[in-house]
């Protein structure tokens, strides 16, 4: 397949596009970074036009983010995220017609089904609505943003989409680049979990799935979750990383401290758990990882980690 792909300078870009060419597939980043092979602000219609102008894909990934660099304190951290979430989907859309693709595959996460404490059953694809209203301002802007991802991904005329509902990542070209040099600095406080968990899934296993929801015929109109097997809370988590990589333990702080930091005291206080079987059974999904504690390990066992694992493009 010829698949264009947005977001591949990004850490699970890099991982997408080593997956596909490894398969097989030929790959073209699209995006305003040099290594892109096709240049254009993802929010400037006119530009992706030009950039895909001439050229034909069987399919289109969008895998952009703009989170690089953010500490995800605040809400206006998410709010360029936000944005390529509903403006840049339209305009890849578009760049998916105007190029003959058939399939958009839509990268999503876990908080799409809102945030808050959604008890300790794993949601569903079919059991749970997805994109909830919320009477947060920002945290409305932030699922609706997801929301209006998934609607315009399958509601595209001619065009087979696929959304996949990532967990948060940990792995290389992840951990090492966001938790651990947090942890080294001891600037990374935690909460007590408290029966809290969240939905994780290991940065490589989720560039399979992509490579799965572009090839297998029965995906098309479909939203899978893509999660291993062992939600953790968020604390649980970040004291994983530093056992497995020998650093500093985080301080412990009280929930209520994290106010100021709106954005990661939703994230902390939030209970959601994923059931990942859809993905099992259809799409022959089987993560690597069943949890994150093996896979740091391995991770921290890896020589020259952050050299060998830097995002690649196409």
């Known amino acids: 397949m010829k698949v264009l792909l947005a977001g591949a300078s990004g850490a699970l870009g890099g991982r997408i596009?080593?997956?596909?060419?490894?398969?097989?597939?030929?790959?073209?980043?699209?995006?305003?970074?040099?290594?892109?092979?096709?240049r254009a602000d993802l929010l400037d219609r006119e530009a992706v036009l030009r950039a895909v102008d001439g050229r034909g894909f069987d399919a289109v990934v969008h895998a952009a983010t703009a989170l690089q660099g953010k500490s995800l304190m605040r809400h206006q951290d998410m709010a360029p995220t936000d944005l390529l979430r509903t403006e840049g989907t339209a305009n890849l859309l578009a760049a998916a017609r105007e190029t003959g693709a058939r399939r958009f595959v839509a990268e999503s996460m876990v908080f799409g089904y809102g945030y808050g404490d959604h008890g300790d059953a794993e949601l569903t694809e079919a059991d749970a609505r997805f994109g909830p209203r919320s009477a947060d301002p920002w945290l409305e802007r932030h699922v609706g943003a997801l929301r209006t991802k998934e609607e315009l991904t399958f509601g595209a005329d001619g065009i087979e989409g696929v959304s996949l509902r990532f967990g948060l990542f940990y792995g290389a070209g992840s951990t090492d680049t966001t938790i651990l040099p947090m942890l080294r600095r001891r600037v990374l406080p935690v909460v007590p979990?408290?029966?809290?968990?969240?939905?994780?899934?290991?940065?490589?296993?989720?560039?399979?799935?992509?490579?799965?929801?572009?090839?297998?015929?029965?995906?098309?109109?479909?939203?899978?979750?893509i999660v291993d097997d062992t939600p953790i809370g968020f604390g649980s988590h970040v004291r994983a990383v530093a056992e497995a990589f020998a650093t500093p333990a985080p301080m412990t702080v009280p929930l209520w401290l994290l106010k100021p930091a709106p954005l990661a005291y939703a994230i902390m206080s939030t209970n959601l758990r994923l059931a990942g079987g859809k993905a099992r059974r259809e799409l022959g999904w089987v993560p690597v990882h069943a949890g994150c504690a093996t896979a740091l390990r391995a991770l921290a066992d890896r020589p020259a980690l952050a050299g060998a694992d830097a995002p690649l493009a196409a």
């Open 193 to 225: 979990d408290k029966g809290r968990a969240l939905a994780w899934v290991d940065i490589e296993d989720a560039a399979r799935a992509v490579r799965l929801a572009l090839t297998t015929p029965g995906a098309a109109g479909q939203a899978y979750n």
């Open 17 to 38: 596009v080593r997956e596909l060419t490894a398969a097989g597939h030929e790959v073209a980043g699209l995006g305003r970074g040099a290594r892109n092979v096709l």
